[in-house]
């Protein structure tokens, strides 16, 4: 605690009112800081655990600005007595979630598009290093960038057998006939229901992305895969920028990315879910 309060008198010039710590920061310790003039985020980590992990979090959120959404401000980011930090904008949480809003808003960053997929630094997923070297094809980004480096490290965790990552390659293989092409659109990365929060007046707040320029499905897939949402969001989304038909049947296949990635974070907890996508495409 001594050294947060010093990162926020060296910040900001005025010693911690109040410090309180947030839930759902798996990765980095997270606290809502009051000071005499203002509120605060800060988000802290050792140096040495993930480097410029906070860095790369400040380029994302000044990305996912780009669009509709209401995106926290970031005050600073830096370094003091070997703790990395991120100073954020407090915002008030509210009760609801406007959805309409939030369909309206995920059509205008999935409209941000790009030449190429993938992003011009890499990035994290939790506490996966997210490679996003540049492809212009997106079965082959989608392949070797997601799938086979996910399943490289489940396997060498011993959380997948041989059998399992020869199906990976067949899906992998079987991409062009699974899964439309897409132009590269910004996506979220990590958009569950964790990762959207609302102002006081329901307006929705992305936070904590994992962004890369991608297929626009990859949101919607993750955001059913971890969390509910309401049809109005998807219908008024669908309305501004219409997904190809047949995503319900499809989505499963960009639920295995970050279901590959819970599996290597979490443990063999998430292999049965990960084995019924295997047998379906198998």
């Given at each position: 605690m001594k050294?947060?309060?010093?990162?926020?008198?060296?910040e900001t010039g005025n010693k911690p009112q109040a410090l309180k710590r947030l839930n759902g920061g798996d990765i980095n310790q997270v606290y809502h800081c009051i000071t005499k003039k203002n509120q605060?985020?800060?988000?802290?980590?050792?140096?040495?655990?993930?480097?410029?992990?906070?860095?790369?979090?400040?380029?994302g959120l000044e990305l996912l600005n780009k669009s509709s959404f209401i995106i926290p401000n970031v005050f600073s980011n830096g370094s003091l007595k070997q703790l990395d930090y991120l100073i954020l904008e407090y915002i008030n949480p509210g009760k609801f979630?406007?959805?309409?809003?939030?369909?309206?808003?995920?059509?205008?960053?999935?409209?941000?598009?790009s030449e190429e997929f993938g992003l011009d630094y890499d990035n994290y997923i939790g506490s996966i290093e997210q490679i996003n070297s540049c492809d212009k094809n997106w079965?082959?980004?989608?392949?070797?960038?997601?799938?086979?480096?996910?399943?490289?490290?489940?396997?060498?965790?011993?959380?997948?057998t041989n059998?399992?990552?020869?199906?990976?390659?067949?899906i992998c293989n079987s991409l062009k006939d699974?899964?439309?092409?897409?132009l590269p659109s910004?996506?979220?990365?990590?958009?569950?229901?964790?990762?959207?929060?609302?102002?006081?007046?329901?307006?929705?707040?992305?936070?904590?992305?994992?962004?890369?320029?991608?297929?626009?499905?990859?949101?919607?897939?993750?955001?059913d895969l971890f969390g509910n949402f309401p049809k109005i969001s998807?219908?008024?989304?669908?309305?501004?920028?219409?997904?190809?038909?047949?995503?319900?049947?499809?989505?499963?296949?960009?639920?295995?990315?970050?279901?590959?990635?819970?599996?290597?974070?979490?443990?063999?907890?998430?292999?049965?879910a990960v084995k019924r996508i295997f047998k379906k495409y198998s």
């Open positions: 050294s947060i309060s010093e990162i926020i008198q060296y605060f985020v800060v988000k802290v980590n050792y140096s040495e655990k993930y480097p410029k992990i906070f860095e790369k979090e400040k380029k979630i406007n959805w309409e809003i939030f369909g309206e808003n995920l059509a205008s960053l999935h409209q941000i598009t079965f082959d980004f989608y392949a070797n960038k997601r799938l086979i480096l996910l399943m490289k490290l489940a396997r060498n965790k011993n959380l997948l059998k399992d990552c020869n199906d990976i390659e067949h699974i899964i439309p092409n897409s910004l996506i979220h990365g990590d958009l569950w229901a964790g990762n959207i929060i609302s102002t006081e007046n329901g307006v929705p707040v992305l936070i904590d992305p994992a962004v890369y320029y991608g297929h626009p499905e990859i949101d919607w897939a993750m955001l998807f219908d008024t989304y669908n309305e501004i920028n219409p997904l190809e038909i047949g995503f319900q049947n499809r989505k499963d296949i960009y639920q295995l990315y970050p279901l590959l990635v819970h599996l290597v974070l979490f443990g063999s907890g998430y292999y049965s």
